[in-house]
């Protein structure tokens, strides 16, 4: 487990559902905050006067929630799964996220801050992409509100995700491939930062998680609250009754914090947060940051972070490009020190094991990074019989067939060369 820090006399959950965190310094407990260079505070403090001005603004919001409805599909179905539901001896529903546009819960959060940004009169806006599914979703909502969308991409990103830096372009974005530092995500982070800084007040700066420096956690947060606001009024309505257990996937974490604000204040509700294992437990070998990281900074907070004894952040893997990142949002390190969510992680071979189970008991292809929330579930099923599941389905697998073709159904991980 990881060794964080313990909350003794600090803020707990209660503090949390009663809107007290994160608090005035942007932290949950001790996680979050803002760890930046001095030229980074002003915009960080125009985004947070914009996001206090604008976020629960009446005209702001009911413009927000008829483009929600009108451009992105919203709300998205609660699908129940028979199919799962006989095989796992339990109740099984899916909060479909992928059939949200563009294909996954990312639009939610891109569409808000686009129209945020907006709102406070910025020219142009930057963005960062790992796999490219942020930048698409980024590119879309620019078209959209009608603002220019520049992406920074790593150099190998590029390569390896070359369809959806042809989608990004197609949609009108400039995307402009990383050189720098290990030409990934987190070079594509910096490199967005150093964008935003030189131009604070015309370019706003839309990040992609529920990660970052205060306020974005608590911003995207917000903008995915909606996934479990719909879930929870969804499930009550269709079942009758709450869900004994809710999963989501768990990179960055926004999916999943949106999801499970929907049912963090119900005691009963079992919630599990499901990290990418790749290939095991060796630093290295996964990107499952709540279940084998420590305490420590990257971009901007103060979370839980896969890094050596020397403070060196490590590579990561994860056969599902959007788990791959070896932070996590401030939120989760704090639901989880407080116990409220837990966190446990799923290897690559079992998390392609239940995308085919997914696609032949269901006939829906979900993401892999999806698939690791349902692995999770199932083996939370076996544990529970009878028990009602509610899965955020978070994106549709189609971007991973390349990904995929080097496994075909019935052969694992360990078969393929
Ligand atoms: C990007 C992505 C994720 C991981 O990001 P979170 O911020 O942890 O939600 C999960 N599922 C899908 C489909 C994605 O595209």
């Not at 129940?80 to 479909?96: I, S």
């Not at 990074?369 to 978070?394: D, K, N, Q, V, Y």
Request: aromatic share 6%; hydrophobic share 40%; proline share 6%.
């Amino acid at each position: 487990m990881s060794a964080a820090p313990l909350l003794e006399d600090g803020p707990g959950l209660d503090d949390l559902l009663a809107g007290r965190l994160p608090d005035e310094r942007g932290r949950f407990g001790p996680f979050g905050g803002r760890y930046v260079p001095e030229t980074l505070v002003p915009a960080l403090d125009r985004l947070e006067a914009g996001v206090k001005r604008y976020l629960h603004d009446e005209g702001f919001r009911g413009c927000l929630a008829a483009e929600l409805r009108d451009w992105v599909g919203r709300e998205t179905p609660l699908t129940p799964a028979p199919g799962l539901g006989r095989a796992w001896g339990a109740e099984v529903w899916l909060k479909r996220e992928d059939l949200a546009h563009t294909g996954a819960h990312k639009i939610n959060n891109a569409l808000g801050q686009a129209m945020l940004a907006k709102a406070l009169g910025a020219k142009r806006i930057v963005a960062e992409t790992g796999a490219g599914q942020h930048g698409v979703a980024s590119a879309a909502a620019c078209a959209r509100v009608g603002l220019p969308c520049i992406v920074y991409m790593g150099a190998i990103d590029c390569e390896r995700q070359s369809p959806n830096v042809d989608r990004m372009r197609r949609l009108g974005a400039e995307v402009v491939p990383v050189t720098s530092g290990d030409q990934t995500l987190r070079a594509a982070i910096d490199e967005a930062l150093r964008d935003w800084v030189s131009d604070p007040e015309g370019t706003y700066y839309l990040l992609g998680s529920a990660v970052g420096p205060h306020p974005y956690p608590y911003l995207v947060r917000e903008f995915h609250r909606v996934i479990g606001d719909e879930a929870r009024k969804q499930i009550l309505e269709r079942a009758g009754a709450l869900p004994d257990m809710v999963a989501a996937c768990v990179g960055g974490g926004s999916n999943a914090i949106g999801l499970f604000h929907g049912f963090l204040g119900d005691p009963d509700v079992a919630i599990l947060g499901f990290e990418a294992g790749g290939h095991g437990a060796e630093l290295g070998d996964n990107s499952a940051t709540i279940n084998f990281g420590r305490p420590g900074v990257l971009h901007g907070s103060y979370s839980l972070l896969l890094h050596d004894e020397h403070g060196q952040v490590q590579e990561t893997h994860s056969v599902s490009a959007g788990l791959d990142y070896p932070g996590v949002g401030p939120e989760h390190a704090f639901l989880h020190t407080v116990g409220r969510v837990r966190y446990e992680w799923i290897s690559d071979t079992d998390a392609l094991a239940a995308l085919d189970e997914c696609c032949s008991l269901e006939g829906i292809l979900p993401a892999l990074e999806t698939a690791h929330a349902f692995a999770g579930a199932r083996r939370w099923a076996a544990e529970h019989p009878g028990g009602r599941i509610l899965i955020g389905l978070s994106g549709r697998g189609d971007k991973d067939m390349p990904t995929l073709a080097k496994f075909p159904p019935g052969v694992r991980e360990g078969d393929a060369e």
